[in-house]
């Protein structure tokens, strides 16, 4: 291509108050048709490259750019090349594109400074969105100097500092229900806020967030946890999935579950609490049982939603796991009960399973056949079935978290 750098020799001055983002997009990769796979991916206006060491000698550290690295990059010394370029100026950012994504790849790659890591058979369009993540947070960056035509990216509605409730979705036994409330009630809530809502999946051995969402993932959450000691929000944020009919960011579990005791209590806590920073809610599904990240999970939580089956296994574990909370010291204010199949015609009636438990249910979420069918489906039921009473119920369920709560578009 014989186009002059655009962007990282000169340009065209652009106005503070210019209403899109000008930043320069590059391309470097050795091999001819997968730069321009690459390529095709991120439109019109990109410099390509062969080499770091290429791209390098042309820098100027005048404008921002945004350079997308091929699978021909991804060694060690490319990488070092890369870092040095990244501390020498600030106004260069890279983003990987690798042939097969691993987490040692990755951690390498995020440690040397890389913003983000995708796979180049991925989701059509993620490069692109991670390209244009990148270069929202580069042009919010201090600089002086000029920038040049290239990359018009949409101004980000503002990045204001929040402090968003932690809804922890709990039952002490399997099947009650809680992957089929928690998915539902979090795409509930990102339909309602305009700010960002994130659903956590800490079920770490058996999750099944991904697959009741239908989303293919590129990073889990033992990503973050491996470059936890460089975490930001940015950086948080660009290793979360988004469902894309409700807007809702996931942090998937980890795709094995050999991989779940990488996730202590500790890391737990501190990716929802970072969460929380940028989203409106985070909501977080969880195993069947008591360990230390779901009781360290309990305790950040604004809000602890405790799902019992109309059962007598279901209503015998729901009360050990009510004592367990109350030795605990669990303020009994955050907790919600939540009746699952309240409707089954089954012997036991709600007042009663309400006085064995000595707490009033506060949400009765009726059995239906949708529920299997959208989960069958990779759709929450909330989207597959709008007008169903578990849709009404879940929807009564998160007007409750919206009380006072300004983020919210619409009931
Ligand atoms: N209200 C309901 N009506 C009908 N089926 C339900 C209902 N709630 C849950 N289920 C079914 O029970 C199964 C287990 O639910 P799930 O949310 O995966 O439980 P948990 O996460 O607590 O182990 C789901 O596959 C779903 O089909
Ligand atoms: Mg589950």
Same mark, same amino acid.
């Given at each position: 291509?014989?186009?002059?750098?655009?962007?990282?020799?000169?340009? &065209? =001055?652009?106005?503070?108050?210019?209403?899109?983002?000008?930043?320069?997009?590059?391309?470097?990769?050795?091999?001819?048709?997968?730069?321009?796979?690459?390529?095709?991916?991120?439109?019109? !206006?990109?410099?390509?490259?062969?080499? +770091?060491? *290429?791209?390098?000698?042309?820098?100027?550290?005048? @404008?921002?750019?945004?350079?997308?690295?091929?699978?021909?990059?991804?060694?060690?010394?490319?990488?070092?090349?890369?870092?040095? #370029? #990244?501390?020498?100026?600030?106004?260069? $950012?890279?983003?990987?594109?690798?042939?097969?994504?691993?987490?040692?790849?990755?951690?390498?790659?995020?440690?040397?400074?890389?913003?983000?890591?995708? $796979?180049? !058979?991925? *989701?059509?369009?993620?490069?692109?969105?991670? @390209?244009?993540?990148? &270069?929202?947070?580069?042009?919010?960056?201090?600089?002086?100097? #000029?920038?040049?035509?290239?990359?018009?990216?949409? *101004?980000?509605?503002?990045?204001?500092?929040?402090?968003?409730?932690?809804?922890?979705?709990?039952?002490?036994?399997?099947?009650?229900?809680?992957?089929?409330?928690?998915?539902?009630?979090?795409?509930?809530?990102?339909?309602?806020? =305009?700010?960002?809502?994130?659903?956590?999946?800490?079920?770490?051995?058996?999750?099944?967030?991904?697959?009741?969402?239908?989303?293919?993932?590129?990073?889990?959450?033992?990503?973050?946890?491996?470059?936890?000691?460089?975490?930001? $929000?940015?950086?948080?944020?660009?290793?979360?999935?988004?469902?894309?009919?409700?807007?809702?960011?996931?942090?998937? &579990?980890?795709?094995?579950?050999?991989?779940?005791?990488?996730?202590?209590?500790?890391?737990?806590?501190?990716?929802?609490?970072?969460?929380?920073?940028?989203?409106?809610?985070?909501?977080?599904?969880?195993?069947?049982?008591?360990?230390?990240?779901?009781?360290?999970?309990?305790?950040?939580?604004?809000?602890?939603?405790?799902?019992?089956?109309?059962?007598?296994?279901?209503? %015998?574990?729901?009360?050990?796991?009510?004592?367990?909370?109350?030795?605990?010291?669990?303020?009994?204010?955050?907790?919600?009960?939540?009746?699952?199949?309240?409707?089954? %015609?089954? %012997?036991?009636? +709600?007042?009663? +399973?309400?006085?064995?438990?000595?707490?009033?249910?506060?949400?009765?979420?009726?059995?239906?056949?949708?529920?299997?069918?959208?989960?069958?489906?990779?759709?929450?039921?909330?989207?597959?079935?709008?007008?169903?009473?578990?849709?009404? &119920?879940?929807?009564?369920?998160?007007?409750?978290?919206? @009380? =006072?709560?300004?983020?919210?578009?619409?009931?």
């Amino acid at each position: 291509m014989t186009t002059p750098d655009p962007g990282i020799v000169t340009g &065209a =001055d652009v106005p503070p108050t210019a209403p899109a983002v000008r930043v320069s997009v590059a391309v470097v990769e050795g091999d001819v048709p997968v730069r321009q796979r690459i390529m095709g991916l991120l439109g019109e !206006g990109v410099t390509p490259f062969e080499t +770091v060491e *290429e791209l390098s000698s042309r820098l100027t550290g005048a @404008v921002p750019v945004v350079a997308v690295l091929g699978p021909s990059c991804a060694g060690e010394d490319s990488l070092a090349v890369a870092e040095r #370029m #990244m501390r020498e100026y600030p106004l260069l $950012a890279c983003v990987l594109v690798v042939e097969e994504l691993t987490t040692t790849l990755l951690q390498q790659a995020l440690r040397a400074g890389v913003r983000d890591v995708l $796979a180049l !058979g991925g *989701e059509s369009g993620a490069l692109a969105q991670a @390209v244009q993540r990148v &270069a929202i947070s580069l042009d919010h960056a201090p600089r002086g100097g #000029m920038a040049a035509p290239a990359l018009p990216v949409e *101004e980000p509605s503002g990045p204001e500092p929040v402090n968003g409730k932690v809804i922890t979705v709990f039952s002490t036994k399997g099947g009650a229900g809680k992957s089929v409330l928690s998915t539902s009630l979090a795409v509930e809530l990102a339909r309602r806020s =305009d700010k960002p809502v994130c659903l956590v999946d800490a079920d770490l051995q058996f999750g099944d967030v991904a697959v009741m969402l239908k989303l293919t993932p590129h990073h889990t959450i033992v990503d973050a946890v491996s470059v936890l000691d460089r975490m930001d $929000a940015p950086l948080l944020d660009s290793l979360l999935v988004t469902h894309e009919p409700s807007g809702l960011r996931v942090m998937p &579990a980890p795709l094995e579950p050999a991989f779940a005791d990488q996730v202590g209590a500790a890391e737990m806590v501190a990716i929802v609490e970072l969460l929380r920073s940028f989203c409106s809610y985070v909501v977080v599904d969880t195993p069947a049982y008591f360990n230390d990240v779901v009781l360290g999970l309990v305790e950040v939580s604004d809000h602890v939603a405790l799902v019992a089956g109309m059962d007598i296994p279901n209503i %015998k574990n729901v009360k050990i796991g009510l004592q367990t909370l109350r030795l605990l010291n669990t303020p009994m204010e955050k907790l919600l009960l939540v009746l699952n199949r309240a409707n089954s %015609k089954v %012997k036991l009636d +709600v007042g009663e +399973v309400e006085r064995t438990l000595q707490v009033k249910a506060d949400s009765l979420i009726p059995s239906d056949v949708c529920v299997p069918q959208a989960v069958n489906k990779g759709e929450p039921v909330v989207l597959h079935a709008p007008r169903s009473g578990v849709t009404k &119920a879940i929807q009564q369920l998160a007007d409750k978290f919206m @009380v =006072d709560d300004r983020s919210q578009k619409r009931k």
